[in-house]
């Protein structure tokens, strides 16, 4: 039995490969790792607020560990407060940390160098699948996300906050890829097969960095049935 931690942005792609890890007879999902910005106290990258990240992993019911850096940490920063978590990890007797990540070889290199660094090993449960096709999957299994952050260069502002759905992939930029693994988008996951209940969102404002478009996800009471446009 591997005892693993799972690599969490919050994100499609990390919810949907601890569904498949969670399936794996010879696997326990012992963690989920995410790395938080102190000063914004958000999930880095996507923006999603802490809270929204804590009710996430209540619902899934597995423990969170958060690497914290500062807003616009550079490199070593980030890698030296990831090697403390990862020996802490290790020392309660996890062997591997798992990515979601799907086909860009020098990410992957990179997180093997950082991982290997601690005498830990890398799973990487979706690696070089189809992404149209785990966009699909994805959907099909019962999976409900929204876009929290979108780069404005490859994709409209007006993409972000709307549901990942058929019709999003539907209306999507044909360069696009559907699972934007080369940074065009980014999601937050607030239902599926692997939630005990729901985590319900309602999409809030806008918010501009260079290219970068946010959309403020707020808690809410019931399930959203706003479509953005």
Known sequence: MKRIALSWSGGKDSAFALWCLLREPDIEVAALVCTVTRNHDRIAMHGVRRSLLDSQVAAVGIPCHTVVI??????????????????????????????????????????ERLVESTALSCLFPLWLKSTTQLAREFIAAGFQARLCCVDTTRVPAEFCGRAYDDSLLTDLPPQVDPCGENG????????????RSPVPVSVGSAHHDRTLTFRDLLPAASAVQEVLT
């Open 70 to 111: 500062e807003q616009g940490a550079g490199n070593a920063a980030y890698e030296a407060a990831t090697r403390d978590l990862y020996h802490g990890l290790k020392a309660d007797g996890v062997s591997h940390i798992a990515f979601g990540d799907l086909y860009l070889a020098d990410i992957r290199a990179y997180r």
């Open 184 to 195: 065009e988008f980014h999601t937050f996951v607030w239902d599926g097969p692997i939630f």
